[in-house]
């Protein structure tokens, strides 16, 4: 081999894309002046497609695989060189290389939320979120209707639009399914499947697939889903009736416990009623004619003690007391306690006994 035919194969061409980025669609190969030896050696790797474009229009279209760039491996750009007569300088063209393989784990979701019709609770909004992958299927479709001049295309700059698209077809196909919402998230498969179909002619138009697409969540408003909960409680309870009487019970139970002896009577008194409340609705049931109200239990009659130098005496009746207000032993400033009461108080302190002062006559004119 002599020493031009080394120097001539020194200097062929190696043009090729070696991608170390997750988000590069798009990668034009550089060159100075844009000249491209004719033979020289052009490697497309899996997942790639190289596009040729000659003096501003779109040429050859190369998928994986190791090219010679002569006559027979270029038809489109011999036809535009006139090279059909063995012409073999160098040529001016750009490459943009195109990365086909999929770009996964995007993600797309509702903005604002969705307003539709549901059989069961009416009008109503949703939300929804999920990911989506996007795969070039015509790298020159993609070359001329997004990318155009640009050197370098990345995802981020189509996958706003992509999400707009994914979005709106979402809201079109949720809203004539007719789906109730309590089912939606049995059904998100089958509706990511009518989405991915929806929007396919329309992302087929930018030379790109949707060959995944994942419906994660549906979620109504906070406000929505208060009162779905609250309803959700109120269907364990069972008969409301009956949970109610039962919760009533339990509070005068627990009041009567606070508040001493008297209470716990009066709290067993009204549990004992309350008792006899729910044991209708059972007899009822059964055929049976409504059984009669119990009657209240009796007051309790409170007894009083009275303090005096620093000495207690008692207990004492409320007759006894009035009896002692019109002997003149108990005054409104002696100090009485009867149970449940928060520490000593004077006779005119406490109601009950402050009325025993009143309905006596009060002294003789003169006296």
């Known amino acids: 081999m002599g020493i031009l035919d080394f120097l001539s194969g020194q200097f062929i061409d190696v043009i090729h894309w070696t991608d170390d980025t997750r988000d590069t669609m798009v990668w034009r190969f550089e060159r100075h002046g844009h000249e491209i030896k004719y033979g020289a050696k052009l490697t497309v790797r899996e997942g790639q497609a190289a596009v040729f474009v000659h003096e501003g229009q779109l040429a050859d279209v190369f998928t994986p695989g190791l090219y010679m760039l002569e006559t027979n491996n ?5 036809t535009l060189q006139h090279w059909d007569h ?3 300088s160098p040529f001016k063209s750009e490459i943009y290389f195109v990365n086909t393989t999929r770009f996964n784990d995007l993600k797309w979701g509702t903005k604002n939320p969705i307003m539709l019709r549901d059989p069961e609770f009416g009008p109503t909004r949703i939300r929804a979120f999920g990911t989506y992958s996007v795969k070039v299927s015509d790298p020159a479709r993609f070359l001329t209707e997004i990318v155009g001049t640009d050197g370098e295309f990345t995802m981020d700059e189509i996958s706003f639009q992509v999400r707009n698209i994914i979005v709106q077809e979402f ?6 399914s007719g789906i109730p919402v309590l089912d939606m998230a049995a059904n998100t498969r089958d509706l990511g499947k009518l989405v991915a179909g929806a929007i396919a002619d329309t992302v087929a138009q930018y030379g790109i697939t949707i060959p995944e697409l994942y419906i994660e969540n549906i979620s109504l408003p906070p406000a929505v889903e208060a009162a779905l909960d609250t309803r959700t409680s109120r269907g364990l309870t069972g008969d409301l009736d009956a949970h109610m009487q039962y919760a009533a019970a339990e509070a005068l139970r627990k009041g009567g416990e606070a508040s001493g002896a008297m209470g716990a009577g009066l709290g067993a008194g009204m549990g004992m009623a ?3 409340q729910m044991a209708n609705p059972w007899a009822r049931a059964a055929g049976g004619a ?3 109200a119990a009657p209240p239990p009796p007051p309790v009659e409170h007894v009083w003690h009275t303090a005096e130098g620093g000495k207690t005496k008692g207990p004492f009746s409320k007759a006894d007391m009035g009896r002692m207000a019109a002997e003149g032993t108990l005054t409104r400033g002696t100090h009485v306690w009867t149970a449940g009461q928060d520490g000593w108080k004077t006779a005119n302190e406490v109601p009950e006994l402050a009325q025993l002062f009143t309905v006596m006559p009060p002294p003789p004119p003169g006296a």
């Open 74 to 78: 270029m038809p489109i750009m011999t």
């Open 86 to 88: 063995g012409f073999q």
């Open 171 to 176: 809201s079109r196909v949720i809203a004539a």
């Open 274 to 276: 309350m008792a006899g």
């Open 290 to 292: 409504p059984a009669a």
